[in-house]
């Protein structure tokens, strides 16, 4: 079965361009995460959707970053205005369910390379 | 959550057992111990999740002292392409139990 699937893989932008980074969770996971993974780190976590509704977001480093799940499965991770320091993999995750032990394991996706110039 | 700390890197022969390390002495009892790798330039994957009982799978062992205040990772006969980042992760089960991940232990499989 398909796993999570991102878009772009790799995004070059210039310094104060708009991105939008793409995440298409497996089907029917409830759970969405998106991650920032700066180079020799480890994945740190932005923000947590539950179905269509962000119910965390104190992971996002600005007012520039902004997350959507609008119906609920696709995902979209915005960037306004962007900076050096934003360069970054980003990474996407679902979880079947919200909650538990069983189908609370998080599936990644490969990740969505951004270098800012 | 918890941290947990690991050595910086290992590496082992292929064929032969890795043994992984964690120090979680500050996790709480509704915490689990999660393992998940990362080979380069791919998204983390989930290994293996226990409790304070030892698990096994197709992937790996995990085995927790009974104090819980660390855990082994066992692969037991690594392959070269075991090759990656091994993050020890403490979460709870709760809503939006996000993954904290450290800097992890880079292994290394030598032929």
């Known amino acids: 079965g398909a796993g999570v699937s991102q878009s772009p893989r790799y995004k070059v932008a210039k310094r104060g361009q708009d991105v939008a980074l793409r995440c298409d969770p497996i089907s029917g996971h409830v759970s969405l995460f998106w991650y920032q993974q700066a180079l020799g780190q480890g994945p740190e976590f932005l923000t947590y959707f539950q179905n269509e509704a962000q119910l965390d977001k104190s992971g996002l480093p600005s007012d520039r970053f902004f997350a959507e799940r609008p119906e609920g499965s696709v995902s979209t991770l915005k960037i306004q205005r962007t900076q050096q320091e934003d360069s970054a993999v980003y990474l996407c995750?679902?979880?079947?369910?919200?909650?538990?032990?069983?189908?609370?394991?998080?599936?990644f996706g490969p990740g969505t390379r951004l270098t800012v110039l | 959550d918890a941290k947990t700390t690991q050595p910086p890197s290992m590496d082992c022969a292929e064929g032969r057992a890795a043994n992984l390390p964690c120090n979680h002495s500050t996790i709480s009892g509704n915490e689990y111990v999660y393992w998940y790798r990362q080979i380069h330039s791919q998204g983390p994957q989930y290994i293996i999740h226990?409790?304070?009982n030892n698990e096994t799978n197709e992937m790996a062992s995990l085995i927790i002292t009974e104090d819980r205040k660390s855990s082994t990772l066992i692969l037991p006969h690594a392959t070269l392409r075991d090759t990656a980042v091994y993050y020890c992760i403490v979460r709870g089960t709760g809503a939006n139990s996000k993954l904290t991940f450290g800097k992890g232990i880079t292994l290394s499989v030598r032929p």
């Open positions: 226990g409790l304070k």
């Open positions: 995750a679902s979880s079947l369910r919200d909650r538990g032990l069983l189908g609370n394991e998080q599936f």
